[in-house]
Structure formats: structure tokens, C-alpha cells
């Protein structure tokens, strides 16, 4: 990648944008399920009528559930300040292991940003908990693997 300023702008973007991508896929599941839910009860009766009634109407919920939990994550994600130089692992640091290179923000899974893997972890994550506790340059034991943090920006 780039400079670690311009990288870590790069990634920013890429979760946001991966985020809102998942946001419209869940929004039109949820259409999805409304429109498969009106189509039944024009065309369906009995108990027929019903579970397909009922079937659309969970599935409505599951994606509702799913939309609340990527709205979060992006509400997260764009609150965060991508030009803000990080000396430490906090929210919004862009994180370099020997292991792999992380964006501390949300869990938004893995990212490719101009040819470099890019996981977006939340400070939940193990990982994190595990790296705040080394010093720059320094290294440690993670899950039975030497892990060395090479650079936090």
C-alpha cells in the first residue's frame, strides 16, 4: 500500500463502503420478503396461506435484525476519523502484525484494499485485547503463534 496516511484512508473507505453495500443487500431481503409475503395472501389459502404468511414475516424479521446490526456497524465506522494519526490501538488504527494488517473499527470481516488483505476488527476482538499489550516493534504469543506488532498508524 501506499503511504500509511493514505492506506489507512483507503481501508476506511473500503469498510465504508463494503458496509453500505451489505446495508442494501439487507434492505432489498427484506423487500423481498414483504413482496413474498403480499404475493401469498393474493394468491394462497388455508393453513397454506398461513406458514407462507408466517415464513415471510420471519424472514422479514431476521433481515431487520441484520440491517440494525450493519446500520450500527456503519454508524461506527463513519464516526471514526480516518486522517486521525493513531500511536496506540484504539478505534480507528490501522494495525500491522507479521501476521496480517487490521482496522480497528467494526466487524466488518475482510476487506481487499489496492491488492492487501485488510480485516476490519472491532476492539472486542481477541486480537486486539492480545495487541494492545505489546509494544511497538515488540511481540508476543497469540493462539500458540509469535505474533510481532510492526507498525500502528
Known amino acids: 500500500m501506499k503511504d500509511r496516511s493514505s492506506a489507512k484512508q483507503a481501508v476506511h473507505a473500503a469498510c465504508v463502503s463494503a458496509l453500505q453495500e451489505r446495508i442494501g443487500q439487507a434492505q432489498a431481503g427484506m423487500e423481498q420478503a414483504r413482496e413474498a409475503g403480499t404475493a401469498d395472501t393474493k394468491s394462497s389459502a ?23 446490526n450493519l446500520l450500527e456497524m456503519h454508524h461506527t465506522v463513519i464516526r471514526l476519523d480516518p486522517l486521525q494519526r493513531c500511536t496506540v490501538i484504539k478505534p480507528g488504527a490501522l494495525v500491522t502484525t507479521d501476521q496480517g494488517t487490521y482496522y480497528i473499527s467494526t466487524a466488518a470481516g475482510k476487506l481487499e484494499v489496492e491488492g492487501t488483505t485488510v480485516m476490519a476488527i472491532s476492539m472486542q476482538a481477541p486480537i486486539v485485547e492480545f495487541l494492545k499489550g505489546i509494544a511497538p516493534a515488540g511481540s508476543g504469543k497469540f493462539n500458540g503463534r509469535t505474533v510481532r506488532l510492526l507498525s500502528v498508524a
Open 46 to 68: 388455508g393453513d397454506k396461506h398461513e406458514t407462507a404468511r408466517a415464513m415471510a414475516q420471519l424472514e422479514m424479521e431476521k433481515q431487520a435484525v441484520a440491517l440494525g
